[in-house]
């Protein structure tokens, strides 16, 4: 990860918000410094080595420093990464909240708030809430017999204190009882929004690298690595070694795959539900001295399915969404992250074969709610081409690289077997095998009862309105999905997120110069390099406005100019001007801008913070928080309302940015 000045400043100011000045002080001492010792930081931070060992504990229970002891002394270094993922800590409770529930959200943001959290220590914890909530109902009632293990301090007390100030004793807690804990653990383990911890997650990725390095040298290269073979052979034992080790986070996910009875959950009609399910709370207890930390890898690949979703609804529409919601859910059950890793990854090349959904698990996922038959087109049949319809694309396409050729040339890629890589024209035999199953059977399919009221039946079935969905995302510009045969289907992440970047850039550029630089950059970014006197006829623009809107538009540094002379006089005359852009340094661009302003943004809100901080430290006392308004005179609480509406524009703006650093950088 690239650390750029602004990011590391941004990091410095979300610790020091989050957890104080003196863990702030230690993390931007190693930005800066780099990888150091105890004695250089107390060289370079003046603090005494107690202090020190106080912030780093802190630093290190949130992974937000990797260290390494090795034959010499312990070395720290930073995590940038898990710094920015603290900006994403209410977006992780939200999301949770709203896959699993309530109390789901409740625990995330208690192991969130705690960091890496023994199993039995979290146990613990709750029990003691739990067990407070207990006695005060039972002096409610007129027992105040207290028989639950544990009377001592709930470390939560200060936590969650706006939910806490909302909600009254009488309440029922999120967490109702032990193994309602054990059951919502058991859940977010199998999604992958927990992972257990081990040693190696404490080391950065070069020392883990370099350890597994030394001991494949000595243990199968004793002489050395020689050969072409040897190296590739090498280079893949590497590989494997580095998954293996990445995978040991889910070993308590594999544990609980390999006994049945943890994923069962019981179907309820009414009453309360998360997602239609609700736990039985039958899981297997887990292991209490295992340590869990939240997973923002799989956090990531979440959002990128509702990012993803999103688009598809203002290109297409709501129900195509809703249907590309379950599909993507689906494809990504078993996607632990959203990037592959250039070394981890370098030989897992089967992933691409092995990473599809057919069309019959995603008609049996639908909801029986959903209206299949909204948002497509009605046409008679003889009006469509099914062999162009029915279009399958076996591999993903490959990248296109920008060229220089005329239009005749051009056109000529766009066919069947062009420059995207291999696509061939043939029928889907399923949707004749499906349509034929469907109409042999009987109309219970996907959840719908047969009525003693009948109606006539509709002339298209839902599967295939559910495959015309499916159909209309194949077609779309932007290749939400790809179609490959047999009833399966994918998603080219890669092209898909890349068009998501460019979008976003178009958007900056559009409101930093105008709305016809788009149309220029465009026509730049598909042909690689253009002459600067063919490009007003190409974008049917006058060569005055032309010239201007590059030249602004190279001022930004959106594009930029290559002098090709003809001739060794160099002249003007003789000088053919090509115009470029570079996508790559653009967005890079880009996402150092938007760190600033989100800097900016946080720095703002501090100042602000600042200003109003006599009223601010009055509000926080326990006995004030739930009743400002009644307990403050009326000039201080207008000073504390508007703070928090200030506030509340300044932090919804930053997640707006933190959105785009997630296209541009994680997705």
């Known amino acids: 990860m690239l650390v750029t ?7 410095s100011l979300v610790i020091d ?18 990888r150091s010792t105890l004695p250089q930081l107390v060289h370079y931070t003046s603090l005494t080595s107690r202090q020190l060992r106080h912030g780093l504990a802190v630093l290190i229970q949130h992974n937000l420093l990797y260290y390494s002891s090795g034959s010499g002394p312990t070395a720290y270094e930073a995590n940038p990464a898990a710094a920015y993922n603290l900006i994403r800590m209410g977006k992780v409770a939200d999301l949770v909240g709203t896959l699993h529930g309530e109390a789901a959200k409740d625990v995330i943001q208690s192991i969130m708030v705690l960091g890496n959290t023994r199993i039995g220590d979290l146990r613990d914890a709750y029990g003691v809430r739990i067990g407070k909530h207990q006695a005060a109902q039972q002096v409610t009632n007129g027992d105040a017999t207290f028989n639950m293990n544990g009377g001592g301090e709930d470390p939560f007390a200060h936590d969650h204190d706006e939910e806490a100030s909302k909600s009254k004793i009488k309440d029922m807690p999120p967490v109702s009882s032990l193994d309602h804990l054990n059951s919502i653990l058991c859940r977010l383990v199998e999604d992958e929004l927990l992972v257990q911890v081990n040693s190696k997650m404490f080391q950065s990725f070069e020392d883990v690298h370099g350890e597994v390095q030394a001991d494949i040298e000595r243990k199968e290269f004793p002489q050395g690595v020689k050969g072409t073979r040897e190296k590739e052979r090498y280079q893949r034992l590497i590989s494997e070694r580095l998954r293996e080790l990445r995978e040991e986070g889910k070993k308590l996910k594999r544990k609980l795959e390999d006994n049945p009875t943890s994923t069962k959950r019981r179907k309820i009609q009414d009453g309360d539900i998360t997602n239609g399910f609700q736990d039985v709370y039958s899981a297997p207890p887990l292991d209490p001295d295992a340590v869990l930390r939240v997973n923002h890898e799989k956090f990531l690949v979440e959002v990128r399915n509702r990012r993803l979703a999103d688009a598809v609804c203002d290109a297409i529409g709501e129900t195509t969404a809703q249907i590309y919601t379950v599909l993507l859910s689906i494809l990504t059950k078993k996607l632990s992250r959203c990037q592959k890793h250039p070394v981890i990854d370098a030989f897992a090349d ?6 599809y959904v057919t069309t019959n698990e995603v ?13 497509i087109g009605k046409v008679d049949a003889n009006m469509l081409d099914h062999h162009a319809v029915e279009k399958i694309r076996r591999t993903r396409p490959r990248p296109v690289e920008p060229f220089l050729q005329n239009d005749d040339e051009e056109m000529s890629d766009d066919e069947d077997g062009g420059a995207n890589g291999i696509s061939v024209i043939e029928y889907d035999e399923e949707l004749d095998k499906l349509l034929h199953r469907q109409q042999t059977a009987p109309p219970t399919t996907n959840g719908m009862k047969e009525s003693k009221v009948k109606f006539k039946e509709p002339k298209e079935s839902r599967l295939s309105q559910m495959r015309q969905h499916l159909l209309l995302l194949c077609e779309s510009s932007q290749g939400f999905l790809r179609h490959c045969g047999n009833g399966q289907w994918t998603v080219d992440f890669e092209p898909l997120v890349r068009r998501l970047q460019e979008t976003e850039l178009d958007t900056v550029l559009e409101r930093t110069v105008g709305r016809h630089s788009v149309r220029l950059i465009r026509i730049v970014r598909k042909r690689g390099k253009v002459d600067e006197k063919s490009l007003p006829n190409q974008a049917m623009m006058s060569k005055g406005t032309v010239h201007k809107i590059m030249l602004e538009m190279q001022m930004h ?28 340094s653009s967005l890079s661009q880009l996402l150092d801008n938007t760190y600033k302003t989100m800097l900016r943004c946080l720095q703002v809100r501090e100042v602000h913070r600042q200003n109003a901080r006599e009223v601010l430290r009055f509000v926080e006392r326990p006995d004030i928080k739930g009743r400002e308004q009644e307990a403050l005179e009326k000039k201080y609480f207008d000073r504390y309302d508007q703070y928090r509406r200030i506030e509340d524009k300044i932090l919804g703006h930053v997640m707006r940015l933190d959105d785009i650093i997630s296209i541009l950088r994680d997705y």
């Open 5 to 11: 000045k602004h990011l590391a400043e941004l990091c």
């Open 17 to 34: 918000d989050v957890y104080g000045e003196l863990p702030s002080r230690i993390f931007s001492t190693l930005l800066t410094r780099g």
């Open 350 to 355: 089967d992933y691409d074969a092995r990473n």
């Open 363 to 375: 008609f049996d996922s639908l909801s029986p709610s959903l209206d299949v038959g909204s948002g």
């Open 557 to 584: 540094g959106f594009v930029d100019v290559q002098e090709v002379p003809k001739d060794s006089t160099r002249n003007a005359k003789s000088t053919i001007f090509l115009w470029f852009c570079d996508t790559e």
